[in-house]
């Protein structure tokens, strides 16, 4: 019967409904799987609440589950499935269930030629053989496993899933312990599978009859015995080696990999590299003494591991094995069994078995032939030789000898009898297979840790970059805040600082000079006509000036920005200042408009009013000045017009700065007009945009003062 996914899932929500049913039906059978559901402690998956709140806690708690499973599954068997393409398993018929006179039920049938000991049985699935090394292919949903015991007339049920499905075993064996029954023959019903349209069918990888012990533990497999112990015999089957066939049901080859712990141990296996001649006769021997006679049933050769992970199955293992069982130490008469042609009977990395009839024995030789060659050497690779009855291992630890080994070689030979391989401990079968089963939940639920552990800490790495933007992105705001708030503070000492050098000026050098213009000014008064009055007056002027300036500096340090009208009305107080006892008219406008004024148009404009003061105060002599301003038609026009002595401008001397002032007129983007005549007096005009007040010049016109 088809495996089908789809209806698993669907029947694994009824699983839920059913458990309280289930319990009571495990109650009255007589043999329980290992996991045949997914324990509770388990069954929490990546999607389940976290018990801690904060994140970092639910990893330390993952982390901590995750510790434990590993130490759990650490002293289980090592999970190693191997498939293999050229021995699936058993396959049954593929059954029309519409059709009639087909049988409900498929039947496997184990019979054995003497009583068998059960005390557990195990199922192994097959692989897909569409998928390589993929999810296990058709396992029984509905099966019932029954014994006839020795004496009994009827079947007794020891395992019943008949009543629903059998959950997915994935890549793992089902193991059913505790059925202690002494038997003939076991018998496994299959139902059809009603879910599956069209052809039902199902397979498996192998079936495991473990005998059972007076010591409680998983005993040998009697499966596979041979001999023709056991007889294995089926309702129908589909046959078609090397892939399908009914004798893979109990040849010991399941996929499961080699029966080892998934710890590691410090032992290496036995790599002899042979020179050329050797070995003598082609032909290396090893002698193991068990110490005394001991019943031999079943010899195990494993295969060495390859060196450097080379991807090489039965690494150096012999072609041609002669096994001899003594018990003496001549091999007289010995129990001789022949293996030829081993490398074809080893399949994908399984072990070689030599199978006798428990013969009592001491001593072991085996000869052994055929190495292959690797980079042109022969070689010989083998990790251990297993000596067992039954459950029993005779060989671990026991004397062995070789002929044939160079010398150097010899002292590896007790690596042969460690109970490792592969640098792991070597398990029976049954302790291998019970194993497997038992890690199956372990198993899924690792990798349901490590996914939310994977989840979680991506999700904590985001957490913290967020935290890391939001606590990079504070740090930057107080930077940006202190840099700000010290650049605040910077000015407002300045600005203190600035405030306190104008107030000192202002009070101080202002009072000073102050001073100064008052005394020159009586001086003139005093002072006789000449050169001495002469220079008075020009001390007088410059007193003057010095003072208009200083107070002008003081009001543009106390000004945040400098609008046209007060600035107007600065030029009308300097003319007022400098020209003394000369009489000023004003005339300004009463809509002046209320615009800013850049500091290099304020710059031109106070200087090119200065050096007009300047030379109406000194070379003027005039008795009346008058000031006239407007502001129409986009244009500013400052006229100073007096009633002085005039001047010819064409022979005028550089001492009144008309260049000067022409080209601070150009810089602002205006013109001056220049009116005298001598006797006539003189008319100086200013006309200038009003945009371009608000505009710094396009380059800053250096003139001294």
């Known amino acids: 019967m088809g495996y089908d996914t789809s209806a698993l899932r669907s029947a694994t929500g009824r699983v839920a409904s059913a458990i309280a049913a289930m319990l009571s039906f495990l109650a009255t059978a007589s043999a329980e799987p290992v996991d045949p559901r997914f324990p509770a402690e388990l069954r929490a998956g990546p999607d389940s609440p976290a018990p801690a709140r904060r994140l970092s806690a639910r990893i330390r708690q993952l982390e901590d589950e995750r510790e434990q499973l590993l130490q759990k599954i650490s002293v289980l068997p090592q999970h190693d499935p191997k498939f293999m393409a050229d021995h699936l398993g058993f396959h049954s018929l593929f059954d029309d269930p519409g059709s009639a006179g087909n049988l409900p039920l498929h039947r496997l049938l184990f019979k054995a030629n003497r009583p068998l000991e059960i005390g557990a049985i195990a199922l192994a699935p097959a692989f897909n053989p569409l998928e390589y090394g993929g999810n296990p292919y058709a396992f029984p949903r509905r099966f019932r496993i029954e014994v006839l015991e020795e004496g009994a007339e009827a079947f007794v049920t020891v395992v ?51 005998r059972q012990t007076a010591d409680a533990r998983v005993g040998a497999n009697m499966a596979t015995w041979g001999d023709d112990s056991l007889t294995v015999m089926a309702s129908d089957s589909f046959g078609m080696k090397p892939l399908w066939s009914l004798e893979y049901l109990n040849d010991g080859a399941a996929g499961f990999g080699f029966p080892l712990s998934d710890a590691t141990v410090e032992s290496d296996d036995l790599l002899v590299t042979f020179k050329e001649g050797e070995p003598a006769g082609g032909q290396v021997q090893v002698i193991l003494d068990l110490g005394k006679v001991k019943p031999i049933g079943r010899i195990h050769f494993w295969p060495a591991e390859a060196p450097h992970l080379l991807a090489l199955p039965s690494f150096g293992f012999p072609q041609k094995v002669l096994v001899e069982l003594s018990a003496g130490p001549g091999f007289n008469r010995p129990k001789k069994i022949v293996s030829k042609n081993v490398g074809d009977r080893m399949f994908r990395d399984n072990l070689f078995s030599v199978v006798g009839t428990s013969y009592n024995a001491r001593f072991v030789r085996i000869t052994m032939e055929g190495f ?42 007790p690596r042969l009898v460690d109970g490792c391989s592969r640098h792991r401990r070597i398990m029976s079968q049954g302790e291998w297979i019970r194993g497997l089963a038992k890690r199956r939940p372990l198993d899924r639920r690792l990798a349901a840790v490590e996914q939310e552990l994977a989840v979680a800490r991506a999700r904590l790495r985001r957490v913290q970059l967020q935290w890391s933007i939001w606590i990079g992105g504070l740090l930057c705001l107080g930077l940006l805040c202190a840099m700000v708030l010290q650049r605040l503070q910077r000015r ?187 006797g006539e007096g003189t008319t100086v005009e200013l006309e200038i945009p009003l945009d371009a007040l608000r505009n710094e010049p396009r380059r800053a016109y250096k003139t001294s003062n």
Not at 182 to 206: C, F, N, W
Not at 385 to 412: D, F, M, R, W
């Open 372 to 413: 292959p060659e690797y980079r042109g050497q022969r070689i010989l690779g083998l990790g251990e030789i297993l000596v067992s009855q039954n459950e029993y291992i005779h060989s671990i630890g026991c004397k062995i000898t070789a002929n044939g080994l160079p010398k150097e070689a010899l002292e590896q030979l």
């Open 160 to 210: 019943d899933w008949m009543q629903e499905d059998f959950p997915d075993p994935g890549p793992y064996p089902v193991f059913f312990s505790d059925i202690n029954r002494i038997a003939r023959e076991i018998r496994i019903t299959v139902a059809k599978d009603v879910q599956q349209s069209g052809a039902a069918y199902y397979a498996l990888g192998e079936v495991y009859l473990f």
């Open 492 to 678: 407002r000492v300045l600005g203190q600082l600035k405030w306190r050098i104008t107030r000192d000026l202002h009070d101080e050098v202002g009072s000073s000079l102050g001073s100064i213009a008052l005394t020159t000014e009586q001086l003139e008064h005093l002072a006789p006509p000449g050169e001495m009055k002469e220079e008075l007056t020009d001390l007088s002027l410059m007193a003057r000036e010095a003072c208009a300036s200083l107070r002008e500096v003081v009001w543009v340090i106390d000004q945040k920005t400098i609008r046209l009208p007060a600035l107007l009305h600065k030029l009308v107080e300097r003319a007022e200042r400098v020209l003394g006892r000369t009489g000023l008219a004003v005339d300004l406008p009463q809509d002046c408009p209320d615009l800013v004024v850049s500091l290099t148009a304020k710059r031109h404009l106070i200087m090119f009013f200065k050096e007009v003061v300047h030379n109406c105060a000194r070379h003027a002599h005039a008795t009346l000045a008058q000031l006239s301003v407007t502001a129409s038609d986009g244009q500013l026009r400052i006229s100073v017009a007096d009633n002085g002595c005039g001047f010819d401008p064409v022979s005028v001397s550089d001492g009144w700065g008309l260049a000067s002032m022409r080209q601070r007129a150009e810089e602002l983007g205006g013109a001056m007009k220049l009116r005298s005549h001598p």
